[in-house]
């Protein structure tokens, strides 16, 4: 059985560094064909992809966000880090990491669908 | 970045009837196409993938359609646990999701 689980904090100053750690297990970032992803969902609002990372330590980042994103992996500790720059009031959302398997076409590859999630954990951000 | 517009954004059914969610891709997706369900509190739960395939332990009321730019969710009877906000997600390019129909007990 595949769980995950998101924490870090639940309140970030504007302008602060944020950093989540997602830890999971029923499986390994070792493990070829794997991915973990990060999505963010505002309150009342939709949902909005952040970053993903495979096994082969491939990261992939939402064009929008790239500039403020950072995503890694620590597989002997089965944990996925994501870190976001420069934290502004409408980054104010539920932050979710999820399981991910790519899918293949022709010679590469992309990210597919999620599944399962983690619960979610709430950040603010609020001087 | 590929725009997924769904509607309604509220669908009002009664139990046992069925409910049909659409969702549009901004430009062809082909059939990377996956929907979720959200209830309040909880993370979203993959529904369907592939526009019609479904995940493990999906019950068969649930059914999807449509490839390209067009995709149909449909929920043949709906039960009083499917009361929530479905979302879907593309994957032919990087990840985006449509704004959410929310079905609500009429």
């Known amino acids: 059985q595949i769980t995950l689980k998101e924490s870090g904090p639940t309140l970030v100053k504007p302008t602060q560094t944020l950093t989540l750690t997602c830890t999971f297990s029923g499986f390994s970032l070792s493990t070829s064909g794997v991915g973990v992803g990060w999505i963010r969902q505002p309150p009342g609002k939709a949902l909005e992809w952040l970053a993903l990372?495979?096994?082969?330590?491939?990261?992939r980042y939402s064009p929008s966000l790239k500039s403020r994103l950072t995503i890694n992996k620590d597989t002997s500790k089965n944990q996925v880090v994501l870190t976001m720059t420069n934290m502004d009031p409408v980054d104010t959302a539920t932050y979710y990491c999820a399981h991910n398997t790519p899918h293949y076409y022709g010679s590469g590859r992309g990210i597919a669908w999620f599944d399962p999630w983690g619960q979610g954990t709430l950040v603010t951000v609020s001087s | 970045e590929i725009v997924m517009t769904q509607s309604p954004a509220t669908l009002s059914v009664s139990p046992g009837e069925r409910a049909t969610l659409s969702c549009r891709a901004s430009q062809s997706v082909s059939s990377n196409l996956a929907w979720y369900q959200q209830k309040p509190g909880q993370a979203p739960r993959l529904l369907i993938y592939?526009?019609?395939t479904r995940a493990t332990g999906i019950p068969a009321r649930f059914s999807g359609s449509g490839s390209g730019t067009e995709f149909t969710l449909t929920i043949s009877s709906l039960q009083s646990e499917d009361f929530a906000v479905y979302y879907c997600?593309?994957?032919?390019?990087?990840?985006?999701f449509g704004q959410g129909t929310k079905v609500e007990i009429k």
């Open positions: 997600q593309q994957y032919n390019n990087w990840p985006t």
């Open positions: 592939g526009a019609s």
């Open positions: 990372i495979y096994w082969d330590d491939d990261k």
